[in-house]
């Protein structure tokens, strides 16, 4: 507000207490201008505008949303940053996060069951992220729980990507309780109880008819149909074995992930992996945030996995430069072509979803993230176009891609992969070059005699330290263009530092 104006607020409504009881009260306010940072401020008084002096009045849950939400929906989210999460087209929505699931002690650990019903009733509960870096400030971050998994659910199914909630599992953050044993639920089916039975819940909270305990508490939310939860995840960075057991007994159908550590290599790893196959996990997730260097190192990654035990998902990834950990395009053309490892590999690698998500500008604690937002606007990263072009460009069928020059494992070049789209009976060809020169390719479909129309999409990630951010949001972006075929054969340069994504048209078609 302007603070030399002579009536400093944006609006006021007035509202009437008439009753000794709880009630909820409602007002709509309307900002007479746009602001970034304004403040709520409430007032008791009396019928003449004076202050209230006769006796007290409980005030409790007070909340101020947009009427303006993601579908209209009464406390729901911002719609230009659902908007964003819509337009990637996900596959799958991973929730609530990572190490939030299990919280700084187990009494603070992401627990579900207090995060549904009604708004009002659902307990407050402390970040887990709240003081994990003292060399650096940050705000009170507190969860209201106001985004609980309802409200989550029904965010994956608007979005159109399936649920991936992830359950804690007896066990608080490790990363803060090394030494302390007695910080987690003793390791039998009778101490983790209370953990396992909280999967099976919400598994009939997510599924079960509404004549259950908790498939009427959904119902009652506005959901009588089912969420048609397929997959649930075991742990953070750890794992269990009861809980595979249990859920395996009272749900087959549902697809279990389980969890190979917080790293993508060493003991813990091995012995992650080794357990979930043991265990018959159906997915076993993998975690990397890495430097550029790991990924050089990494894109032949899946090659050689074991086709037989557990598919992977790979859960948490981002590239960062050592000393630059943010969403610059010098670190995302690396993600860009790792992913040609999980596409090639999609007999294996069944997910994968890059992490974080989200972050406010103000109120970060981890970096990168895909998207960041203030009070009033979006930045979408060099890396959440990178997943764009691959979720928008992901076809139905793998095929085969052979390169003449395969690109030496920790070296720069060209890295690629290849899709059958039967919808609109396309072949798109992903090509990315991370070398510091341009590359002439030549993409030839065997077994075509003559190709239609070639589109393009590029995103140019020569400006190494280049990023997309609130005040300039669209530094780096896709650009569409077209390219000529020549029979079955299409020739072009691949800029360095580049990304292009092809999408051939079938012989015949436009």
């Not at 995840?233 to 809980?243: I, L, Y």
Request: charged share 25%.
């Amino acid at each position: 507000p302007n603070t030399m104006a002579e009536h400093q607020q944006l609006s006021e409504v007035k509202v009437v207490v008439d009753s000794p009881e709880w009630k909820q009260y409602e007002a709509i306010i309307r900002s007479s201008r746009q602001v970034e940072k304004a403040e709520l401020r409430i007032f008791l008084a009396d019928e003449n505008g004076r202050a209230w002096t006769k006796e007290i009045c409980d005030v409790e849950h007070i909340s101020l949303f947009p009427v303006d939400t993601w579908r209209g929906h009464r406390n729901g989210l911002r719609k230009d940053i659902v908007q964003a999460l819509y337009d990637l087209r996900p596959g799958v929505f991973r929730f609530p996060g990572g190490c939030i699931v299990e919280g700084t002690t187990l009494e603070n650990r992401y627990n579900w069951k207090h995060s549904v019903g009604p708004v009002e009733n659902r307990k407050i509960n402390k970040n887990r992220w709240m003081d994990c870096f003292p060399h650096r400030c940050f705000p009170d971050y507190f969860q209201s729980y106001g985004l609980g998994y309802y409200e989550l659910f029904l965010l994956s199914e608007e979005i159109g990507a399936e649920p991936l909630p992830v359950m804690n599992v007896g066990m608080a953050c490790q990363y803060q309780n090394w030494e302390r044993e007695d910080a987690h639920a003793p390791a039998t089916e009778e101490g983790l109880e209370t953990y396992i039975q909280d999967c099976l819940d919400l598994i009939e909270f997510a599924n079960g008819d509404t004549a259950t305990q908790w498939g009427k508490v959904r119902a009652q939310m506005g959901h009588p149909e089912s969420f048609g939860l397929k997959y649930i995840a075991v742990g953070n960075e750890q794992w269990g074995k009861f809980f595979v057991e249990r859920i395996r007994k009272a749900y087959p159908d549902i697809r279990i992930v389980g969890s190979s550590g917080p790293g993508p290599d060493g003991k813990d790893f091995e012995d992650g992996w080794k357990a979930m196959t043991d265990l018959k996990a159906d997915l076993v997730d993998e975690h990397f945030y890495r430097p550029i260097d790991w990924f050089q190192n990494n894109m032949y990654r899946y090659y050689n996995y074991d086709r037989k035990g557990p598919k992977v998902f790979a859960g948490e990834y981002a590239c960062h430069d050592n000393g630059k950990k943010y969403n610059h395009a010098g670190a995302s053309i690396y993600e860009a072509a790792f992913m040609t490892t999980l596409e090639r590999n999609a007999d294996i690698v069944e997910m994968a979803t890059y992490a974080p998500m989200l972050a406010h500008v103000e109120g970060w604690q981890w970096r990168p993230d895909l998207i960041w937002f203030d009070n009033l606007r979006v930045a979408l990263s060099c890396s959440y176009h990178v997943q764009a072009m691959y979720a928008r460009n992901k076809g139905t069928h793998l095929l085969p891609c052979i390169q003449s020059e395969k690109t030496p494992k920790g070296q720069d070049g060209v890295f690629s992969s290849a899709v059958w789209d039967e919808n609109d009976q396309s072949y798109v060809v992903k090509v990315i070059n991370t070398s510091a020169e341009d590359k002439p390719v030549r993409l030839v479909m065997d077994g075509a005699k003559r190709l239609g129309k070639v589109a393009t999409l590029t995103l140019d990630c020569s400006h190494y330290e280049g990023e997309n951010t609130v005040d300039n949001p669209n530094s780096i972006v896709p650009v569409e263009n077209y390219a000529e075929a020549q029979g079955n054969t299409v020739e072009a340069i691949v800029g360095a530092k580049s990304f292009v994504v092809y999408r051939i048209a079938k012989e015949g078609r436009k």
